[in-house]
């Protein structure tokens, strides 16, 4: 058992230092060489290393703002960030400092990856960060940034989490307009990037703000209840069921969790029930505390009437 454990961690580190290749490979070969940015923490980072006309790399600014982020947020919210998480982090930046040097797998005029027409870059760098950051989710990390603004907005707000990320991916590509030898268009190659990685991460992970409803049926449901509640910080329901062929009483547990946690919990699930059964339901439209915020028409009258007041 020990042997399989260490197995498929390796395998997991393994998949996760691939997956942030791709990630770096998509800014570092494709976006800053061409003097593109895109939304997400990556993105401001790129936009800082423009204002300050390279003196700052975008891979240092990284690094040390998301390591003010994790700082902050423990501090916040007691989030334990796995070691998954700052491993990625620390090989994605590693990567990128490498990237920025091999100028010979730069997608400008006489490398391999040259793209004549522009609005390509965008293209394939957005799907080269969608492949690379939905690796990482599926795998159990996270590559920090954005992800850690929207925990925080959402726990102390009703804001939803698709909400944080869509703002701040407008923000930062609106950032560029700001640049003096930036313009419009520079912003537009940015939301395309944006929009593309959106739609392919769907297909990677099923989007990284996608939510899923489980059942799970095991005889051990006390222990996987009791670590969902303690652990993740996650709601969870105790069906009462029978099973019609042995007559029997059992306990069927309903969860819904998004797409970063699902991993981690289903490790855990088999790790105390090896025989546990699971069946796992993409979701849309969840609505509540931790997912999206629900808005009515009631909602929009009160918010009106207390502006005339």
């Known amino acids: 058992m020990t042997k399989r454990v260490i197995a498929r961690t390796v395998w997991e580190y393994v998949i996760l230092t691939i997956a942030c290749v791709f990630f770096a490979m998509a800014w570092e070969c494709f976006m800053i060489p061409n003097g593109m ?25 990284y690094i040390a703002i998301n390591g003010m982020l994790i700082v902050v947020a423990v501090i ?27 100028e010979a797998l730069h997608a400008v005029p006489g490398s391999f990856f040259y793209m004549q027409e522009r609005l390509l870059v965008p293209v394939v760098a957005g799907v080269f960060e969608a492949v690379g950051l939905g690796l990482v989710l599926r795998y159990g990390g996270s590559t920090g940034g ?27 590509c609106s950032l560029l307009l700001f640049l003096p030898e930036k313009n419009f268009s520079d ?20 989007g990284k703000r996608s939510s899923y409803q489980l059942l799970v049926f ?42 970063a946690q699902l991993s981690a919990l289903s490790r855990v699930i088999k790790e105390i029930d090896p025989r546990a059964f699971m069946s796992i339901s993409p979701t849309h439209n969840v609505y509540g505390e931790g997912f999206d915020e629900i808005k009515t028409g009631v909602q929009l009258k009160k918010k009106q009437k207390r502006k005339h007041e």
């Not at 395309?192 to 099923?206: K, P, Q, R």
């Open 76 to 102: 916040a919210m007691g989030i334990g960030f796995g070691f998954k998480t700052i491993w990625c982090i620390l090989i994605s930046s590693l990567i990128m400092g490498v990237l920025s040097k091999t």
């Open 146 to 172: 954005t992800d850690i603004v929207a925990l925080m907005v959402n726990k102390y707000w009703p804001v939803s989490l698709s909400t944080v990320f869509l703002v701040s991916d407008v923000i930062v």
């Open 187 to 206: 912003m537009c190659y940015g939301l395309t990037e944006v929009v593309i990685f959106s739609l392919v991460i769907d297909i990677v992970v099923g």
């Open 37 to 61: 940015s895109a939304g997400g923490m990556m993105g401001l980072c790129t936009v800082i290393q423009y204002a300050t006309g390279g003196l700052i790399p975008a891979q240092y600014s």
């Open 218 to 259: 095991s005889e051990h449901y006390d222990r996987i209840a009791d670590h969902i509640i303690r652990e993740m910080d996650r709601g969870v329901t105790v069906l009462r069921a029978q099973g019609w062929y042995t007559k029997s009483d059992k306990n069927v547990l309903l969860i819904l969790i998004n797409q």
